[in-house]
């Protein structure tokens, strides 16, 4: 049996963030993370838009404005002190009709309210100064959101945690976890572990977890696909950085947009429909056990009667590559069907009330000994060192954690 301090449950970028916090504030305990996967970053972390958040979107006050403004400066510095690439390409958020001007004018004053710094109201020509291509009649341009690699970040920060004698447990599934004695007993497929505290950070899987160990959190995760294409090598300078339209605001998701990556590559996308497994990057990817506990879930029916005319929308363009054009053209409007390959997708973990909501920000719980990141989508990988240090400031406070 192995003995630690604390157990992180996650090898995504928030699990490896919050570990390394851990090793900065408390440097004399042992810790260990715990991943199912033979690496790290793997999952959500490792399939996303790349993009470095400002903090636009999120309602004031909200963990995920906060999280994510700071949270943004935290990762650039951390790319800077690590050598890691990064820039800041800027961002175009575009509105195509006089009710989008509307929503866009509210969302320019939440993201002055949030402390976004740089950001400006352009029109007309100003639009096409920014990004030649771009439709709109009015936007916001965000000149300090940026683009990262995470899975680069990722593998940095698990150097790091080696380097600080942080054991790395990839290829370790976790089966069970009992609390006995003040302590957590992990059963994996590789051992026993014991840990003092335990810090749940599973991604796809937190709300599983968390249900092991007996917490009635009154939400589950449920998983939707975004599924991308990629702009053809030579069709790449149609975009100069991240062309974005006006979101609905009853949703988290953010539309179907254009981001370009840090190896200059342009993805398209993503859409958002129900993924019928928590890691089915495929449409063909079935889980009966995952697709059988969404179906029970009386959240998930509730929000499919709220939402279910965009649930059809989406849907339809993950079948049809000529309405996922259109959806792009409303954007850039010389986009054609033949600039669109290598279709890809990742799977965002949104957690859902049992009352149908989805679940807006983010959502992180205690317990006497434990702390469990129940719903961390995107700004999630803009925020991991954010994450990280709020996680660890609660488990100093709430455990008595010693320097």
């Known amino acids: 049996m192995s003995k630690y301090d604390i157990v992180v449950i996650g090898g995504g970028i928030i699990g490896l963030a919050t570990a390394l916090r ?45 999280f994510c403004r700071d949270g943004a400066g935290l990762l650039r510095s951390y790319c800077a002190s690590r050598g890691l690439p990064y820039e800041l390409c800027g961002k175009l958020i575009v509105a195509l009709d006089e009710v989008q001007v509307s929503r866009l004018d509210q969302l320019y004053r939440r993201g002055i309210d949030n402390g976004v710094e740089g950001l400006e109201l352009v029109e007309g020509s100003q639009i096409q100064e920014i990004e030649p291509n771009a439709a709109g009649i009015k936007a916001i341009h965000s000149p300090n959101t940026g683009i990262v690699d995470y899975t680069a970040v990722a593998d940095a920060i698990s150097v790091e945690l080696l380097e600080k004698d942080v054991q790395l447990l990839t290829g370790t599934q976790l089966l069970s976890v009992d609390e006995r004695d003040g302590h957590m007993y992990m059963n994996t497929a590789s051992g026993e572990l014991v840990a003092d505290w335990l810090f749940n950070c599973a991604g796809l899987h937190a709300d599983v977890l968390a249900a092991k160990m007996g917490l009635r959190t009154g939400m589950q995760i449920i998983p939707f696909r975004g599924e991308f294409f990629s702009l053809k090598p030579d069709k790449s300078n149609l975009v100069k950085g991240l062309i974005y339209p006006v979101p609905d605001p009853d949703l988290p998701f953010l539309g179907v947009h254009f981001t370009r990556r840090i190896d200059g590559s342009v993805e398209a996308g993503p859409n958002a429909v129900l993924s019928l497994a928590r890691e089915g990057y495929r449409k063909t990817d079935i889980n009966v056990r995952d697709l059988a506990g969404v179906l029970a879930f009386p959240g998930f029916w509730k929000m499919s009667s709220t939402h279910w005319a965009t649930g059809i929308k989406e849907q339809w363009r ?37 009352n149908g909501e989805l679940i807006q920000d983010f959502r992180i719980i205690r317990t006497s000994n434990s702390i469990h990141v129940l719903n961390a989508p995107s700004p999630g990988a803009t925020a991991c060192f954010s994450i990280g240090r709020y996680i660890v400031d609660q488990a100093g406070e709430a455990f008595n954690l010693a320097a």
């Open 22 to 66: 851990i090793t900065e504030e408390y440097p004399r305990y042992k810790v260990a993370v715990l991943e199912k996967e033979e690496g790290v970053a793997m999952h959500q972390s490792g399939h996303n838009s790349g993009v470095i958040h400002a903090g636009i979107y999120y309602a004031p006050g909200s963990q995920k404005a906060s």
């Open 318 to 354: 993950s079948i049809s590559k000529s309405s996922f054009l259109r959806s792009l053209r409303e954007l850039v409007p010389v986009i054609q069907k033949e600039d669109l390959v290598r279709p890809s997708a990742g799977v965002r973990a949104q957690a859902v009330g049992r």
